[in-house]
């Protein structure tokens, strides 16, 4: 098999990998070879692909007269969002102005959607793109106690996204072992952006980590520590070690806040070797689950000291989150700059946004009234989040193995030779390229 046979294989199925389910963003497949001469893939545009998922009422808001539901989900594609403030009928110029605000989106998910149900629409078409070579990328987005942390974590009994994802990643690579179809090696990392800082949650060092450009791998954290995984249960012992070490507080808005950013990252490995051709075929991608911290507002939360430092800059990194998703979805930005260092944050979710990743985001908002702002400010974001595009290039490396055909090369010659010998001594008649055409007594 040649490299051009050999790519155009992976080329077969990698568009098959790109193959979207009914309910999946739309992408349009151009077929062009991408990188250098030794990296072969296919490219495609892919739209960022966004979901909303309405948390229900929590028994606090429920014992509060004055809390009423204003989101609902008349269809698993629809967002309502019902004003609850009346001063606006005292205004003559407003008092006919319509209540219901409607939003669509790629899915929506009601109170009562299930774990699997969510993971099911929205990540689990991501993993067979993962293992032909495609970045993929699934993040929560939200208010503070919308429900982003039980999406992306989950608990015991109701695992979330990252744990789902995982489980199904290693079920597939399973799979395709016991069909010989190479070996797969998977490494991840597990961070935190606490206040403007990196920390390793795996290493549980106080030490913050520093980010680094790089020419082929883009943004790095220097100094992070990447740990094999072979299970999905040693994967769930690095997270259950690393979420004991992220910062969670207590606010006045939820019990349970996240202080920061959580970031998993698994790097998919896949080795394969054409005996034919003597080549090493490579894929290789970046899988990134983000559990961002929740946008707050002081006075709602009653935070003071530390945990107002820590909220001010949790809505700056998102701000910043907010202002490249403007940018990117500004008509005519061809070629414009998009300003990812304002944050840490964005300038680790810089190929999520506007680089080589298929991305999922996830959207949660609370149904309560109380929440009014938060939820629409979340569903506009969102909303605007679905006109981003990203140019995603599958990830393949063709090496020629030397050592491979050297030895193949050898073996050719030597029974070459020794049929010549056998054919003088009159055992083996043979054809004119050495090869025996049958056996004859030598008298």
């Known amino acids: 098999m040649t490299v051009t046979d050999a790519a155009a294989a992976v080329r077969d199925a990698a568009v098959a ?210 740990v094999p995984a072979r299970s999905p249960e040693e994967v769930l012992a690095f997270l259950r070690k690393g979420n004991k070490n992220r910062c969670q507080e207590a606010t006045g808005a939820n019990e349970v806040s996240s202080r920061s950013h959580a970031i998993l990252q698994v790097f998919v490995t896949h080795r394969t070797v054409d005996q034919a051709g003597g080549q090493n075929v490579h894929r290789f991608a970046k899988l990134s689950m983000i559990d961002l911290a929740g946008s707050e507002r002081a006075a709602e939360t009653n935070n003071r000291g530390i945990r107002m430092l820590e909220g001010a800059n949790i809505n700056r990194s998102l701000l910043a989150l907010g202002n490249c998703i403007n940018s990117l979805i500004e008509p005519g930005r061809k070629n414009k700059y998009v300003n990812y260092r304002d944050s840490k944050l964005t300038r680790l979710l810089k190929d999520s946004l506007g680089g080589n990743c298929r991305t999922v985001m996830i959207a949660n908002i609370s149904p309560a009234s109380s929440h009014f702002d938060e939820t629409l400010n979340t569903l506009k974001y969102a909303s605007r989040a679905r006109t981003i595009k990203t140019k995603i290039t599958q990830q393949v490396s063709f090496k020629y193995d030397v050592m491979a055909s050297t030895l193949q090369h050898l073996q050719q010659i030597w029974v070459s030779t020794s049929l010549s010998r056998r054919c003088g001594q009159g055992r083996v008649a043979c054809h004119s390229d050495g090869t025996s055409a049958a056996h004859v007594c030598a008298g």
């Open 17 to 226: 990998a790109l193959a979207e389910p009914a309910d999946a963003p739309e992408t349009i497949t151009e077929c062009t070879p991408a990188g250098s001469s030794d990296d072969v893939g296919i490219s495609a545009v892919a739209r960022l692909m966004v979901s909303v998922r309405i948390r229900p009422l929590s028994q606090k808001e429920l014992a509060k007269d004055n809390v009423t539901a204003i989101a609902t989900s008349p269809d698993d594609k629809t967002v309502v969002v019902y004003d609850p403030n009346d001063d606006f009928l005292e205004d003559i110029l407003r008092k006919d102005r319509q209540r219901e605000k409607y939003f669509a989106f790629d899915n929506v998910f009601s109170e009562s959607a299930s774990q699997d149900l969510v993971f099911d629409k929205t990540v689990r078409h991501l993993i067979d793109s993962v293992l032909h070579g495609f970045n993929a990328t699934v993040f929560a987005y939200g208010a503070t106690g919308a429900g982003k942390t039980y999406t992306m974590m989950g608990t015991e009994a109701c695992p979330g996204i990252m744990v789902l994802t995982l489980a199904d990643l290693f079920a597939k690579i399973a799979g395709d072992n016991e069909g010989g179809a190479g070996s797969f090696e998977v490494v991840l990392s597990y961070l935190e952006i606490y206040n403007e800082n990196i920390r390793d949650l795996l290493s549980g060092k106080p030490d913050y980590l520093e980010l680094r450009e790089d020419a082929v791998r883009g943004v790095v954290v220097a100094g992070i520590m990447y």
